[in-house]
């Protein structure tokens, strides 16, 4: 077996640290979400499911359990949160457009709506009424990989698992 030569490995080295170094933080955000709202604001589609997203209009406050979660989270990056509530499937597209960063309200692992948007990796599970379990998930823009993996860290952290 021929081993390159020392000069080979240099010049290897040499012609690719330009493409490494394109390559930046990984993961990153296609159009920076993450960034922006870090100490901005987070824009977030609330799709009416109790107990897991409710939105009083009258007064402008959402409560439940994902709004909690939306809400420590936000916190924890120093983000102010936009609530845009609205039937699912009108949310769906607008995350698809990039009218919203993430989505919530009750979405499971088999949402039709996976085409829309990136599923978070399943945060907890949810009994239906014929006695089954679904695995419970939120929704983020597409391309958005950081925003997906900070939020999945802090589903995690909140969870008890990290």
């Not at 080295?13 to 490494?20: A, C, G, K, N, V």
């Not at 009416?48 to 007064?59: C, I």
């Amino acid at each position: 077996m021929k081993l390159p030569s020392v000069a080979g490995v240099i010049a290897t080295l040499i012609l690719s640290t330009p493409l490494l170094s394109a390559c930046g933080s990984i993961p990153a955000d296609s159009v920076g979400t993450f960034d922006r709202a870090t100490d901005g604001d987070l824009v977030v589609g609330l799709s009416e499911h109790t107990p897991w997203a409710e939105f009083d209009r009258d007064s402008g406050t959402a409560r439940g359990s994902e709004v909690e979660l939306i809400q420590s989270f936000a916190d924890s990056i120093n983000a102010e949160i936009q609530w845009r509530p609205g039937p699912e499937s009108v949310l769906a597209h607008s995350i698809k457009e990039g009218d919203i960063d993430l989505l919530i309200g009750g979405l499971t692992t088999t949402s039709p709506w996976s085409t829309h948007m990136a599923l978070t990796r399943p945060y907890g599970e949810s009994t239906t009424e014929d006695g089954s379990t679904e695995k419970m998930v939120m929704g983020v823009r597409l391309g958005e990989n950081e925003l997906l993996t900070e939020l999945e860290r802090h589903l995690a952290r909140e969870a008890g698992e990290i």
